[in-house]
Nanobody
Framework: QVQLVESGGGLVQAGGSLRLSCAASGRTFSSLRMAWFRQAPGKEREFVTAIDRSGGSTEYVDSVKGRFTISRDNAENTVYLQMNSLKPEDTAVYYC???????????????WGQGTQVTVSS
């Protein structure tokens, strides 16, 4: 089993920045591909970004490219999401997720955190 705990959400003005963290415990962190998803009110959960096991390869949804950066520290069993130039449309609950395969599909991620709220005011 893998346990994931997110932190770092909050309220920020448009144009501001936040850094989310996701601490993992359980199975070997370095064997897992990590991702961030988000879910806005009334919308489906959507893929935001993912990082491979070594941290050498990343993927982003087009709407966050150039503004968000995913990174990981395998020594600390933690994955991060640095969010800059935030927009009101980034408002959502952000979830950390872990998988053994490369995918943007939620059903292929067996491990999820509880989520952290990010609210961007205009």
């Amino acid at each position: 089993q893998v346990q994931l705990v997110e932190s770092g959400g909050g309220l920020v003005q448009a144009g501001g920045s936040l850094r989310l963290s996701c601490a993992a415990s359980g199975r070997t962190f370095s064997s897992l591909r990590m991702a961030w998803f988000r879910q806005a009110p009334g919308k489906e959960r959507e893929f935001v970004t993912a990082i491979d096991r070594s941290g050498g390869s990343t993927e982003y949804v087009d709407s966050v490219k150039g503004r968000f950066t995913i990174s990981r520290d395998n020594a600390e069993n933690t994955v991060y999401l640095q969010m800059n130039s935030l927009k009101p449309e980034d408002t959502a609950v952000y979830y950390c997720a872990a998988s053994y395969v490369r995918s943007s599909a939620t059903y292929l991620y067996p491990y999820w955190g509880q989520g952290t709220q990010v609210t961007v005011s205009s």
